[in-house]
């Protein structure tokens, strides 16, 4: 007897699922054409702003930077001449103020949630505020410092803006903190503590150490995040068109307000300060990006 010959019912997914695989996947590889294409032209037109205003503000910028810009104070309405030598110590002055105060409070908490809190509740919540914090407009934390620190004491002071800083620096810093600290291994802790060392010990000669270069990037990220602040400041350090006191009692000049004051005033002299002070703060954040990454790369 022979073989019976296969049905066509048998044999027909064969001649089928093979025309049906070749349509999909076609259709899979010009889905995926589309989707790179459109990241690339998106990419380009990113590229493309972000070049238009580093240009426009070179072209600017550059032409109006002078040494009087770095030696004399802010001129007068309508005044020709003049500086920002004021408003650049005066923001260098609020910045390090906010730095010296996030800094110390930032790391320890980040130290917390990485090594005692952990999973707690308490922790959770430290995280939930933190995040909270680090989202929130700046513009709404320097309300609240102005209502804490300016209304309290009848008048604006560097000191507020400092504190109104450091709010925004302090999430920053604690979220990179407690993220490079859980990055260090469990050995090393574990080899702290079989020599006898009280945790103490094991997190400031070894698991800081370890985390060393993560956390320094942490802290230059949040400086770089406040260094261009304008809203926080308009209500706490406000501005000053001349040297501030020397206990920070009063309008602190900073280049932040500065610029904003100047762009939007009719005044040609002032808009050229405007974009010379608006290179300076570009190029200073610019700079501490770059420290940032040649630590982090080291530590690497």
Known sequence: MTAAAPTASAAAPLYVVKPFVSRVSAARRARDKALKVLSVVFTGLGVFVLFWILGMLLVKGVSALSVDVFTKITPGPGTAGGGLANAIVGSILLTAIGMLIATPIGVLAGTYLAEYGKASKAADLVRFINDILLSAPSILIGLFVYTLLVLPFGGYSGWAGGVALAIIALPVIVRT?????????????????????????????????????????????????????????????????????????????NLPVTIYQFASAPYDNWQALAWAGSLIITFAILGLSVATRFILSKGN
Do not use: C, K, Y
């Not at 926080?232 to 006191?245: D, E, G, H, V, Y």
């Open 177 to 253: 903190t407690e993220d490079m600290l859980r990055l260090v291994p469990g050995q090393l802790r574990e080899a702290g503590a079989a020599l006898g060392a009280p945790p103490s010990i094991v997190i400031r000669h070894v698991t800081w150490r370890a985390a060393r270069s993560g956390m320094i990037t942490g802290v230059l990220l949040a400086m770089a995040r406040i260094a261009g602040e304008t809203a926080p400041l308009l209500f706490t350090a406000l501005n000053n068109n001349f040297w501030f006191s020397p206990t920070l009692v009063g309008g602190v000049s």
